[in-house]
């Protein structure tokens, strides 16, 4: 028989690439959206991966995917459509630019959408299962995360809704919600720059939150946990008899979901306290 084939999307690094390989070493034959020409020559050697040029903000650039998938999985369809692309925004909602909100919401929320109409009908053909990635933002939103968190809301409400939708046709669909996770993105939450770039105002209003925010996540790349954990609750989605309609992935995942659920005012209040403990010890 053949390989199941599935399509994940921001497959350069991250969860992405990992789940990339990991389902390619487990039989499947995987296309591998990337954005650029080096993240596809970094993974033409790779066994049970073809690497696919794929902006989900172009429209063009997803009508040229469709066509790959098309031709790769043929009569028997997609097995599988994993929507992980996505960026990050980080710092006051007040101060953060509106074309940098509208650019994550362009790419985590509509491009995802984007993606998935125009795979339907390959995942029709192939009883195939959809997996939104989502995150522990998706739940809760957590201070100078606003923008992100927002579009992670979204794709969490779009994946309820398509899960209900898809149903009758036979077209599975989960959410994962992973917590902190070894990726480079911490990269990016480890360094003031982007958000010292807002203006001189961020220091004046927000310098204690800006501190603890890049304190918080230094110490959640200490923490975090495998991209690989992420990968197997991806596998599970879309290969089990009976998938989960959310995966959440990681302790403080479940932790602060239990909060935000039960004891939101507990919550923020511990996010408060946190805050002002971390700028009494800089002062």
Known sequence: MS??????????TGIGRTTALHLAARGWEVLAG????????????????????????????????????????????LAGLVNNAGIQAVGPLELLPVDRVRDVLETNVLGQVAVTQSLLPQLRAGTGRIVFLSSLSGAVALPFLGAYAASKHA?????????????????????????????PIWDKGLDPAPMDALGPDLRRLYGSGVDF??????????????PE?????????????????RYLVGTDARIAVRLQRHAPRLLDRLLTA?????ARRRT
């Open 274 to 278: 946190a805050m002002e403990r971390d």
């Open 34 to 77: 990337v954005r650029t020409d080096a993240a596809a020559a970094s993974l033409e050697e790779v066994d049970g991966v073809r690497p696919v040029l794929l902006d989900v903000t172009d429209p063009t650039s997803v009508k040229a995917a469709a066509g790959v998938v098309a031709e790769v999985a043929g009569p028997r369809g």
């Open 229 to 245: 954990r992420v990968a197997a609750a991806i596998e599970h989605a879309l290969t089990a008899r009976r998938p989960r309609q």
């Open 155 to 183: 794709v969490e409400a779009i994946g309820d809704s398509w899960r209900r939708e898809l149903r009758p046709h036979g077209i599975r669909v989960a959410i994962v919600e992973p917590g902190n996770i070894a990726t």
């Open 3 to 12: 390989a199941p084939v599935a399509l994940v999307t921001g497959a350069s």
């Open 213 to 226: 925010t890049v304190a918080q996540a230094r110490h959640a790349a200490e923490v975090a946990i495998p």
